[in-house]
């Protein structure tokens, strides 16, 4: 069950979802700062553990460089706000609520970053995690979404695209964008940077028009077998983020 308003102010306010409030808001001005926000578009989101279908987001109409922990709203699982002083996007709201939901993901990155959206235009929608170390580490772990759908204003397409993820930490949607899902904000950030980083590297690659030389999929499999059991340096960068960008 969602949070009943007169409890969401509360809730709102905890000193843990406080911290969860200030992880979203650092994790999307770092968005900002490494160039993979597009306008006042796109949204990240994080559930809050132990209160049913309920969820933080980034509100609608601000830069990602200007979202602080007080500007994030509380939103329950039909995408209704609870808290904050700011309205939401219903896309948003349609699109996060259905993955939570359906998938059970804790943090849903959702964004329109350059080289990752480039490729999701392409015949093969996604990056070949046989290429670059970068690329590696989501070997597996890719879900291809090649049927667009346009707008998601209703319920339907977030749903339609939560079931097209199945049980995928990351999902490049045909013609759109890209959703990175994690257990954790810091764990989620991390993986959205270096897969902008991996695609970068094989758009730039692909531009020069030498030959791609891929390595074995048992060498992509053990590179992200290896970063999976590695959180450490995900926590590290992010606790850096938030030295530089405090």
């Not at 015949?123 to 290429?131: E, F, H, Q, S």
């Not at 070997?139 to 079931?163: K, M, P, Q, V, W």
């Not at 959703?179 to 950030?189: F, H, L, S």
Request: charge should be negative; hydrophobic fraction near 45%; charged fraction near 20%.
């Amino acid at each position: 069950m969602s949070a009943q308003p007169s409890n969401a102010a509360l809730l709102f306010d905890a000193p843990a979802v406080a911290t969860l409030r200030a992880d979203l808001a650092l994790a999307l001005r770092a968005a900002a700062h490494h160039g993979l926000g597009e306008g006042v578009c796109n949204h990240f989101s994080v559930m809050i553990p132990d209160a049913g279908d309920v969820f933080l987001l980034n509100p609608r109409g601000l830069m990602w460089q200007e979202v602080q922990a007080d500007d994030i709203v509380l939103v329950d699982g039909e995408g209704r706000k609870l808290a904050g002083r700011h309205e939401v996007e219903r896309s948003a709201m349609f699109i996060h609520a259905a993955i939570h939901r359906i998938t059970g993901k804790v943090c849903v990155l959702h964004t329109h970053m350059p080289y990752a959206t480039a490729l999701t235009l392409t015949a093969a929608c996604g990056p070949d995690t046989t290429l670059s170390q970068n690329a590696m580490r989501f070997h597996g772990r890719i879900a291809l979404d090649t049927n667009y759908n346009g707008f998601a204003f209703d319920s339907t397409e977030g749903e339609r695209i939560a079931r097209a993820m199945g049980s995928a930490d990351i999902a490049f949607l045909g013609n759109h964008g890209v959703v990175v899902c994690a257990e954790r904000v810091d764990y989620a950030y991390d993986d959205l940077y270096y897969l902008e980083r991996a695609c970068q590297a094989e758009v730039i690659a692909r531009s020069s028009g030498l030959p791609l030389v891929p390595c074995s999929d048992n060498m992509a499999a053990t590179v992200a077998e290896d970063a999976k059991g590695d959180r450490m340096q995900s926590e590290l960068f992010f606790k850096a983020l938030r030295r530089v960008l405090s």
